[in-house]
């Protein structure tokens, strides 16, 4: 059955559709835009201006590249008009590096008068000539000589001060002459409309008078930070009112740059305060900084044309009901009569550059949340006890959470925008978000304390986490309690996973930390613990969503082992919560009902936790290390009978987790006896057995290779226990077995292959009493291992056996070749040194001449052996 989304969650899903359609419909334009451009190149190729081609380097037509003829076909790696910028680039930098010497070097030998003549004279040139530039249409010199002119300047107010004002402060000087150029600068720019320097010169220039003014004042760092919010609100203005779009693109990241070191500084001194009253100084310059990006967020909101003041602030949609914008706050795409965005011409409505306003907006919003909770919650965090600064900043961010409608089921505020209210939602989610993370530290310490227990098992040693010695308990759970109610009335509010997962974590971390707040006994902490395992594994094997199941199995695990190691303090703990968690994972992987990850992590969990009860119950009576295996191989055995056998309402998928683990215990148990030979043989037997019984079921046949692997090692180690170094004695038992499972297989499966069932039995023993006869220096061994490997050879030829006849054959032949090596060095000793180099090369002559005929019979006998079976 299809889930209906509540009306919220919808409309945040419509919204973010339109958002995407949006972005598809501004790419698409700009798509268009360019193509128009290059149709117009194509009619028009005379640009005033470069303009940038998706295939730099493309043929330039038969009048060759840039329109030069007599130029086709040439490659052109710079273009004329950039040529022309770097040429007049260069040649202003220059012509400012000469005035800077004129100015500061070389005019000692002038009177003032002819001084400020000269100087003043070519500033004003400079200013003066692109007027003149302009109406000829040389844009590019104009910028060029413009720039000078703003250079010559600079250089004039330096000139003022070192020769008419030395004694004047030069803090208070600079910012004084960077206020007037800032001035001078702008309204030259505003005059010559066609110039694009000054207005972003004037610009950067502003951000220094206030900063400035305000160190030479001698004010504290709060004063200067106030500066810097007061230049913030002028770059905001210039942002709104500046004639150009590089200014103001220019000022809106200025104000952001210098706000946001203004509200760093103000949140550094709120955080510093020691009392109340401190902090109020911060707080104020904090809630400005706030009120200027909330303001500024209202301001980029887009406002369709002919809606009234009153829409724009309830955000009211193109059709004036209220919320039609949805949290997006754009109004619906494709409506007829809709404009483009105010302030942005040519810009058609509902494209990226709305989607843009929004999203800025938004994080405007955000800012302003931020500012506004970290003013109040210094004043807050001040007036509390220490430890407790979480909770300070928390309590005012539930607010935000308010009005953004996050934690409440009715209609959100609506004198507040869509993507005002989405703004302070996520400042207050944020603050939420890093209060509960403040709070990990003390769950960790909780978890991990427990682990000082074993240093002294059943000693009665408590850790120091249970009691109260931890760094403000109580605020900590008062956070996580917090945090995790609010994200579960947001789950309620708009259904998603995350806030669940988040709810369910931290709510149970909560949970786990109250003993530490109340010190109670050991006891009942461990009760307790076991019981939030209890809820936590319920909780995992009944949520509806795996959003909230996977946290609660976490939970349940982390929560599991710590009070595992808790409970080893005292000897009756340990029985009662090792057997209490056993019998939970138990009844966990066989419920019918949860989840089929859940269910086979239970079953692996339930065989871990019998494991630790078995060795709990072997230390308590003090039992030898085979005892002890004995004991865990029970545990085993057990797990390879309910396996086998399980209950009727037992999910199918715990069988593989439980024979995992089983497999695990049993492999424990050999690493219990390692060190005692024959009781790791006993052991290795025993697991044989169980390896062997579980093989019989037909699900699981291929055990039976791991049962037969295990007798052999069992009767290696007793052997080797036993003192025991002939070869055969552990190569016989593994080649007879084999063979009879190779005859068996032929017997069923005549075509099967002889190297497949007889060649791993015969090597098992041939190769290695052949190694070990090359080394005994008696005769039993030669000889007997040459009568076997002669019978061998005598059955594989009258079977026609490749295997038997080939592995025969060799050993039998390496065999008599050690018994005859003696006679052979004595016979080679007594040739001759001249007879061996000339036998060699007779043999290679004869090999020569022969060697067609030579191939010929070995491709014969590689077909006679592949023949046989």
């Given at each position: 059955?299809?889930?209906?989304?509540?009306?919220?969650?919808?409309?945040?899903?419509?919204?973010?559709?339109?958002?995407?359609?949006?972005?598809?419909?501004?790419?698409?334009?700009?798509?268009?835009?360019?193509?128009?451009?290059?149709?117009?190149?194509?009619?028009?190729?005379?640009?005033?201006?470069?303009?940038?081609?998706?295939?730099?380097?493309?043929?330039?037509?038969?009048?060759?590249?840039?329109?030069?003829?007599?130029?086709?076909?040439?490659?052109?790696?710079?273009?004329?008009?950039?040529?022309?910028?770097?040429?007049?680039?260069?040649?202003?930098?220059?012509l400012a590096v000469a005035a800077f010497a004129f100015t500061v070097v070389s005019w000692g030998s002038m009177g003032i008068g002819g001084r400020a003549a000269v100087l003043g004279a070519v500033t004003a040139a400079a200013l003066a000539a692109p007027v003149v530039l302009l109406r000829r249409g040389l844009r590019s010199t104009a910028e060029s000589v413009a720039a000078l002119g703003m250079a010559l300047t600079v250089l004039d107010a330096y000139a003022l001060y070192a020769v008419a004002l030395p004694d004047t402060d030069g803090t208070a000087y600079a910012a004084g002459s960077a206020g007037v150029l800032s001035v001078l600068w702008a309204g030259y720019g505003s005059v010559l409309r066609g110039l694009r320097l000054p207005l972003p010169a004037a610009v950067l220039t502003a951000q220094l008078p206030l900063p400035l003014a305000a160190i030479a004042a001698g004010a504290a760092p709060l004063g200067v930070a106030w500066a810097l919010l007061g230049t913030a609100v002028l770059d905001a203005v210039a942002a709104l009112r500046a004639p150009g779009r590089p200014a103001r693109v220019l000022a809106a990241a200025c104000g952001v740059a210098v706000g946001g070191w203004a509200l760093f500084a103000g949140l550094v001194f709120s955080a510093s305060a020691a009392a109340p009253a401190s902090a109020v100084a911060p707080g104020a310059l904090l809630l400005a900084g706030a009120a200027l990006a909330l303001a500024a967020a209202f301001r980029a909101i887009p406002r369709p044309a002919g809606s009234g003041a009153a829409d724009a602030v309830a955000g009211r949609g193109a059709f004036g009901a209220p919320g039609g914008e949805g949290p997006t706050g754009l109004a619906a795409p494709g409506v007829p009569g809709v404009p483009g965005v105010p302030g942005v011409p040519g810009v058609p409505a509902g494209n990226g550059a709305e989607a843009g306003r929004v999203q800025g907006a938004a994080a405007l919003a955000v800012v302003a949340g931020l500012a506004a909770v970290a003013a109040l919650g210094g004043v807050v965090r001040a007036a509390l006890p220490e430890g407790w600064v979480a909770v300070a900043y928390l309590l005012c961010a539930v607010p935000l959470l308010g009005l953004g409608g996050l934690v409440r089921s009715t209609a959100p505020v609506p004198v507040l925008p869509a993507p005002v209210r989405r703004g302070l939602a996520g400042a207050g989610a944020g603050v939420a978000a890093l209060a509960g993370v403040s709070a990990l530290p003390a769950v960790l310490v909780a978890l991990l304390s427990p682990v000082e227990v074993l240093g002294g098992i059943w000693e009665g040693r408590v850790p120091s986490a249970t009691g109260a010695g931890w760094t403000a308990p109580t605020a900590a759970a008062v956070v996580l309690f917090a945090v995790a109610g609010l994200a579960a009335r947001l789950f309620r509010v708009s259904g998603r996973s995350e806030a669940a997962t988040a709810a369910v974590a931290l709510g149970w971390a909560g949970l786990f930390l109250l003993p530490g707040v109340g010190a109670l006994p050991h006891p009942v902490v461990l009760a307790w613990h076991v019981l939030l395992t209890v809820a936590a594994t319920g909780l995992a094997l009944r949520a509806p969503g795996a959003r909230a199941a996977v946290p609660a199995a976490a939970c349940a695990l982390a929560g599991a082992l710590s009070v595992s190691l808790l409970a080893l303090a005292g000897r009756p703990g340990t029985f009662a919560v090792l057997g209490a968690l056993a019998v939970l994972f138990t009844a966990a992987a066989f419920d019918a009902r949860g989840p089929r990850w859940a269910v086979r992590t239970a079953a692996g969990l339930s065989v871990g936790w019998a494991v630790a009860l078995a060795l709990a119950v072997a230390r308590a009576l003090d039992l030898e290390p085979l005892s002890r295996a004995l004991l865990v191989l029970a545990v085993s055995a057990v797990v390879a009978l309910v396996a086998a056998r399980p209950v009727a309402r037992a999910p199918r998928p715990a069988r593989v987790p439980f024979e995992a683990a089983g497999a695990g215990a049993a492999a424990l148990a050999v690493c219990l006896v390692l060190p005692d030979l024959p009781a790791l043989a006993l052991v290795l037997g025993l697991c044989g057995v169980l390896a062997a019984g579980t093989a019989v079921r037909p699900d699981r046949r291929p055990v039976g290779y791991a049962a037969a692997v295990l007798f052999v090692l069992a009767a290696w180690v007793r052997l080797a226990a036993s003192g025991v170094t002939v070869p055969e004695a552990y190569t016989l038992p593994v080649t007879v077995p084999a063979l009879v499972v190779g005859l068996l297989r032929r017997r069923r499966d005549p075509e099967a292959s002889s190297w497949t069932a007889y060649g791993p039995g015969l090597a098992a023993t041939l190769v290695p009493s052949l190694v070990a006869a090359w080394s005994d220096p008696h005769w039993p061994r030669p000889l007997l291992l040459g009568l076997g490997a002669l019978a061998v050879t005598l059955a594989g030829a009258r079977r026609r056996l490749g295997a038997p006849l080939v592995l025969g054959g060799g050993v039998l032949v390496l065999d008599a070749l050690h018994e005859l090596a003696p006679y052979v060095v004595q016979v080679v000793d007594a040739l001759p040194r001249w007879l061996p180099p000339a036998l060699a090369g007779a043999l290679l002559l004869v090999v020569g001449a022969t060697y067609e005929k030579r191939l010929r019979d070995a491709r014969r006998l590689r077909g006679a052996l592949s023949r046989m079976r």
């Open positions: 059955m299809e889930r209906i989304p509540p009306p919220a969650e919808e409309l945040a899903l419509i919204d973010q559709e339109l958002v995407r359609l949006d972005a598809r419909r501004a790419q698409l334009l700009a798509r268009r835009a360019w193509l128009v451009s290059v149709l117009h190149q194509a009619v028009a190729p005379q640009q005033p201006f470069p303009t940038w081609s998706p295939r730099p380097g493309a043929a330039a037509g038969p009048a060759g590249a840039a329109g030069v003829p007599g130029a086709a076909g040439a490659a052109r790696e710079v273009s004329g008009p950039s040529a022309q910028n770097v040429l007049l680039a260069l040649g202003a930098v220059l």
